[in-house]
């Protein structure tokens, strides 16, 4: 089976995305995959090389470097939902976490582990093949196994630069840009860990003389000083991060540039395949706008999908910006600006 209705959500990151997975979950025509390329990040899974079932299912099962180095230290954000599960097989200290169990499998079901045994089970067993037929046939398998949906909606944060990338991969796939106002996602990216590592491994890898913190080695840590060095290792501790002072207009300078570069990148999709989402107007107007994503990723808008996702919605959360002193909002309000100016052109 290929799905002919197939979406991907994009953004920046802390822009109502997780919120956004959770909805759209509740309905029974949608499989909900959640935060997949963030689970998986490797080049390859979108390239065009093609990969045996085995291989593929290597991506999925080994685990994250990055997220299950996160599980050992303690620094275990929301997202990260296998944890919470009551039994769990694996652990980071021990077998480590595979990659899709992370965040994807315990947004679709409560026994994560009986899904993965499932999945490897019949994945080692496919043919080789362009990576993206083997998406297809893990849409279609995971949709038969949890009531056949009609449609796929995969959302990850801080995707929009990956863009391009879905696009050669999946050139029938639909796009959703959710977005928020730039002060509010830079005060919500200060309060998160993952995000506060950006500025973090940013400054590590220009301390290092490296072009981009992908190129960070552990043997990078010997030209580190005492308060950054540990995070090349194994072990730290997460008060490394969390205490660190960090400029709040560096979230805001950070968010301008995401968004920026990524409003870019979502221009050459074909208007027919794109929509906007504001995460405002959603809280504010929360019916008309899911008939209009329902519409548009093609399922119905049915009465208790609305009445179920209109109660999940926290209309409270907008405004964070707003309450801070007033020095830090003006340099916050600067560094947003450039990415504020293109969100309102591109709208």
Not at 215 to 221: C, G, K, N, R, S
Request: hydrophobic content about 40%.
């Amino acid at each position: 089976m290929v799905y002919q209705k197939l979406t991907f959500v994009v953004g920046t990151g802390r822009c109502g995305s997780t919120a956004l997975s959770q909805i759209i979950n509740i309905h029974p025509d949608v499989l909900s995959v959640n935060e997949l390329f963030a689970s998986i990040p490797d080049a390859e899974v979108l390239d065009e090389a093609p990969l045996s079932g085995s291989d593929f299912w290597g991506f999925l099962s080994r685990p994250n470097v990055v997220t299950n180095s996160m599980i050992k230290n303690g620094a275990i954000p929301p997202e990260f939902l296998y944890h919470r599960m009551p039994k769990r097989r694996f652990d980071a200290e021990t077998t480590g976490v595979p990659a899709v169990s992370v965040m994807v499998l315990p947004h679709l079901t409560d026994d994560p582990d009986a899904l993965f045994d499932e999945l490897a089970a019949e994945v080692t067993t496919w043919p080789t093949r362009p990576p993206a037929d083997h998406w297809r046939a893990l849409f279609a398998t995971l949709g038969a196994r949890l009531g056949n949906p009609g449609a796929v909606v995969e959302r990850t944060g801080l995707s929009i630069g990956r863009v391009p990338d879905m696009r050669r991969a999946f050139p029938e796939a639909r796009f959703v840009h959710l977005y928020r106002q730039g002060p509010d996602c830079a005060v919500s990216m200060s309060r998160h860990f993952s995000f506060r590592m950006i500025p973090m491994l940013w400054e590590m890898a220009d301390r290092c003389g490296l072009e981009s913190p992908s190129q960070l080695t552990p043997e990078h840590a010997a030209q580190l000083p005492p308060d950054l060095a540990p995070l090349l290792s194994d072990r730290y501790d997460p008060a490394l991060v969390w205490e660190r002072p960090i400029p709040i207009d560096t979230f805001g300078t950070l968010w301008s540039e995401t968004i920026v570069d990524g409003l870019r990148k979502l221009d050459r999709v074909p208007a027919e395949q794109r929509t906007a989402l504001s995460y405002e107007t959603l809280l504010e107007e929360p019916e008309k706008e899911l008939i209009r994503l329902a519409e548009f990723i093609g399922v119905e808008p049915r009465r208790d999908w609305l009445d179920a996702s209109i109660a999940h919605l926290d209309g409270g959360r907008p405004g964070a910006a707003s309450k801070l002193a007033g020095d830090e909002l003006t340099t916050l309000l600067e560094s947003c600006s450039p990415g504020m100016r293109a969100l309102a052109a591109h709208q």
